[in-house]
T-cell receptor, first 115, second 114 residues
Framework: NAGVTQTPKFRILKIGQSMTLQCAQD?????MYWYRQDPGMGLKLIYY???????DKGEVPNGYNVSRSTTEDFPLRLELAAPSQTSVYFC??????????????FGDGTRLSIL | GQQLNQSPQSMFIQEGEDVSMNCTSS?????WLWYKQDPGEGPVLLIA?????ELTSNGRLTAQFGTTRKDSFLNISASIPSDVGIYFC??????????????FGKGTKLSVKP
């Protein structure tokens, strides 16, 4: 039972490089989320999606893009990496929101350093 | 934006002690969640609370959804070494605009007393 799978687990980028962080879930969840976690802080929402083809900005979307072409996958793209994007990135999914709030299940994270 | 105040920021425990932590907010939430995060891993859900006043247990863990819907606490009874880690509270809205987005506290770090 894989749950939420994130790849890669670690990555070092140079300033200005681009990369895509992958997230896949096998629970048929409609809702998916991307968070970043900075040292000593809680998680902050970057982008979220309520279903295939639908994405929306969270609290800290600048410098990132997402797409949701399938229910299973929700990749996060950094176009021009900056040192401020050094962080641990977590993907999460849930089966419902609104009146049927369902807990979010998290992947193990991608540790990204921009040098 | 909305913020959650989680306290304490850190605490040291001795095996067998009971532990308490709490979260407060100026906003009303419809769901409170408690997660634990071990080093190098993602948060793992411990307890989910869906109704004001609800008291829910999961083994040695007990959490309550405050009656004002602005706070929640988590208790750990008879702590053991594997309880160390960072505990996060998270509040979840269910209004039309939030799509179930979580607001996280900054975490309570549990360590073993030297």
């Amino acid at each position: 039972n894989a749950g939420v799978t994130q790849t890669p687990k670690f990555r070092i980028l140079k300033i200005g490089q681009s990369m895509t962080l992958q997230c896949a879930q096998d629970m048929n969840h409609n809702y998916m989320y991307w968070y970043r976690q900075d040292p000593g802080m809680g998680l902050k929402l970057i982008y979220y999606s309520v279903g295939a083809g639908i994405t929306d900005k969270g609290e800290v979307p600048n410098g990132y893009n997402v797409s949701r072409s399938t229910t299973e996958d929700f990749p996060l793209r950094l176009e021009l990496a900056a040192p401020s994007q050094t962080s641990v990135y977590f993907c999460a999914s849930s089966s419902g929101a609104g009146d049927s709030n369902q807990p979010q299940h998290f992947g193990d994270g991608t540790r990204l350093s921009i040098l | 934006g909305q913020q959650l105040n989680q306290s304490p920021q850190s605490m040291f425990i001795q095996e067998g002690e009971d532990v308490s932590m709490n979260c407060t907010s100026s906003s009303i939430f419809n769901t409170w969640l408690w997660y634990k995060q071990d080093p190098g891993e993602g948060p793992v859900l411990l307890i989910a609370l869906y109704k004001a006043g609800e008291l829910t247990s999961n083994g040695r863990l007990t959490a309550q959804f405050g009656t004002t819907r602005k706070d929640s606490f988590l208790n750990i009874s008879a702590s053991i070494p594997s309880d160390v880690g960072i505990y996060f509270c998270a509040g979840q809205l269910s209004d039309g605009g939030s799509q179930g987005n979580l607001i996280f506290g900054k975490g309570t770090k549990l360590s073993v007393k030297p």
